[in-house]
């Protein structure tokens, strides 16, 4: 498959789920409405929050999830405070698990899920600051 999607399976890939993202919550939205949505994703109570923190955990880790189309919902579901509070929480887990995942498997891993270019331009900035990359090697 990767063949045939050639150098661009990434992107279609963040499409893809961009686009699964969207029809999951817009069929939420069309079949019960917003207040109905919302009061079933509140229902799910600590659960419905869990689930939250690992979709936004998971977009830090793997770039083609976007937490940003789901973040409304919990905004609407949860409030302003508890909403920031759960996507601070996730993106915190999430940078947590990149660090701990580059610091254990290395440049290959990075290589092969960021790409080349982007490793690149991290040891040029990492230059420019004087932190350097040591952890990455």
Known sequence: MKSILGKHHKTIL????????????????????????IEIIQAQGVGGMLVYVV????SVIFSPLNSLLVKPVALFAYGFWISVFLAFIGSVIGGTSNYYLAKIFGRPL?????????????D????IVGWGSHNLH
């Not at 990075?110 to 991290?122: N, S």
Request: charged share 20%; hydrophobic share 50%.
């Open 14 to 37: 963040t499409i893809v789920f961009v686009i699964f993202t969207i029809s999951i919550v817009t069929y939420l939205l069309q079949k019960y409405g917003l207040e109905k949505t």
């Open 55 to 58: 979709y936004v955990s998971l």
């Open 110 to 122: 990075i290589r092969k899920l960021a790409g080349a270019g982007v490793l690149k331009k991290v």
């Open 124 to 127: 040029e900035f990492t230059d």
